[in-house]
């Protein structure tokens, strides 16, 4: 299994919503990142866990709150997000730190 | 720091050859290639560790010149799959954070 699965595929909520993006991976990777990406651009790191523990956050705002409840998952908690948070969110996961990286589908998220 | 890309975009017909670059300001530990398709995840192509290499993935290989810091993804007879925007990430030297450039659209016309 090669995969990382992100869920939702997409989502729209609204300003005052609470939401939860969702990323799994059972390669056995120790390191999982959460990226954004707008339209037309790079993805832009946001966090990186390392074995479980939270070791790069990329001064992303209080209303992205990230959480590894164990080495195969990574949540992404919403909360009070803005329009311009409208993105396609990426989970990635790597064997080690600097490692190469696999990608989920992403979720495409809309703020409305 | 964030590599830079050059070109922005090429347009090929099927066949033909391109060259991306992708250079850095920083002394790299590692250059890291994928490929991206509209509303798909980036997949990954090919890793470039210092010490200056070349590697190859059937018709697309790829270069590491750590002097300059810089690399070189070629993609030779190109195909219509070819399609899709390329990044390029680095790892600085002491660097824990992949950065990506600011990415090549490439369109291979048939």
């Known amino acids: 299994d090669t995969e990382v699965t992100q869920t939702p595929k997409h989502l729209v909520m609204g300003m005052t919503n609470k939401k939860s993006l969702k990323c799994e991976q059972h390669?056995?990777?120790?390191?999982m990142y959460w990226y954004k990406q707008k339209a037309k651009k790079p993805p832009e790191l946001m966090f990186v866990?390392?074995?479980?523990?939270?070791?790069i956050n990329e001064s992303v705002p209080s209303r992205f709150s990230p959480e590894c409840p164990n080495s195969s998952l990574l949540n992404l908690h919403l909360h009070a997000l803005q329009p311009e948070d409208s993105a396609l969110y990426l989970c990635?996961?790597?064997?080690?730190?600097?490692?190469?990286?696999?990608f989920g589908q992403g979720t495409r998220l809309t703020v409305v | 720091q964030q590599p830079v890309q050059s070109p922005q975009a090429v347009i090929l017909r099927e066949g033909e050859d391109a060259v991306i670059n992708c250079s850095s300001s920083?002394?790299?530990?590692?250059v890291h290639w994928y490929r991206q398709k509209h509303g798909e995840a980036p997949v990954f192509l090919m890793i470039?560790?210092?010490?200056?290499e070349q590697k190859g993935h059937e018709k697309i290989s790829a270069s590491f010149n750590e002097k300059k810091q810089q690399s070189s993804l070629y993609l030779t007879a190109s195909q219509l799959s070819y399609s899709g925007t390329y990044f390029c990430?680095?790892?600085?030297?002491?660097?824990?954070?992949?950065?990506f450039g600011a990415g090549t659209i490439l369109r291979v016309k048939s």
């Open positions: 470039l560790l210092k010490g200056g």
């Open positions: 390669m056995g990777h120790r390191a």
């Open positions: 920083k002394a790299l530990y590692s």
């Open positions: 866990y390392s074995y479980e523990k939270l070791s």
């Open positions: 990635a996961s790597s064997h080690g730190d600097r490692g190469k990286a696999f």
């Open positions: 990430g680095t790892y600085s030297e002491y660097g824990n954070k992949l950065v």
